[in-house]
């Protein structure tokens, strides 16, 4: 069975763009979880999404949007990107809410 | 104070050790805890999953909580050079929702 895949694996903007990453989950979740990792922070959660509804938001600012298709494959959004937005932002998915999340390999942004 | 609390290391043994790695929380209501290991340029890769307090073993790899004391371990027998990586781990409220990192601890295990 075919893991989380993230595309693209690498990003480069600048400050001020906006930026959109893709999340396709493990066949069968329909539970899909975005976090960010950074050296300073570690693993902080973004959001949740079940069913194309967001079920949980993580305390970050509202430039941070994602959204659930029907497939359930999802993307995440940021607008008005800021240097501290570089990080490593990675997508899990799992099968209920009872079951583990299992991690992509992440979409490194960089923020020039 | 953190919610999860995680020394980061570096931690460096030789091949063969029993590698011991443990975390503190301070959430009385988490209920389920996880191990992830993370390679360089890899995402965080599942090892243990629990719920509750107790033991659970899998293979070279004993995972323990006791929440009385807000405090989890995870126990590497026989480690393998394979096994240099971070470890993180992980707790929530309600399975996969809104899991709480520690920072990692990065082992490296010499040949």
């Known amino acids: 069975k075919a893991g989380v895949t993230q595309t693209p694996r690498y990003l480069i903007k600048t400050r001020g763009q906006q930026v959109t990453l893709s999340c396709s989950p493990i066949?069968?979740?329909?539970?899909v979880s975005w976090y960010q990792q950074t050296p300073g922070q570690g693993l902080q959660f973004l959001f949740e999404?079940?069913?194309?509804?967001?079920?949980n938001k993580g305390n970050f600012p509202g430039r941070f949007s994602g959204r659930q298709f029907s497939n359930s494959r999802s993307e995440m959004n940021v607008s008005t990107l800021e240097l501290g937005d570089s990080a490593l932002y990675l997508c899990?998915?799992?099968?209920?809410?009872?079951?583990?999340?299992?991690f992509g390999n992440g979409t490194r942004l960089t923020v020039t | 104070q953190k919610e999860v609390e995680q020394d980061p290391g570096p931690l460096s043994v030789p091949e063969g050790a029993i590698v011991s790695l443990n975390c503190t929380y301070s959430n009385s209501a988490f209920q389920y805890f996880m191990w992830y290991r993370q390679y360089s340029r890899k995402g965080p890769e599942l090892l243990m999953y629990t719920y509750s307090s107790g033991n659970k073993e899998d293979g070279r790899f004993t995972a323990q909580v006791d929440k009385s004391s807000k405090y989890i371990s995870l126990f590497i027998r026989d480690s393998q050079p394979s096994d240099s990586a971070t470890y993180l781990c992980?707790?929530?409220?309600?399975?996969?929702?809104?899991?709480?990192f520690g920072k990692g601890t990065k082992l490296t295990v010499n040949p």
């Open positions: 999404y079940f069913s194309e509804t967001q079920r």
């Open positions: 899990a998915s799992s099968f209920t809410d009872d079951s583990p999340l299992h």
């Open positions: 992980a707790m929530s409220e309600g399975g996969s929702e809104k899991l709480v």
């Open positions: 066949s069968g979740h329909r539970s």
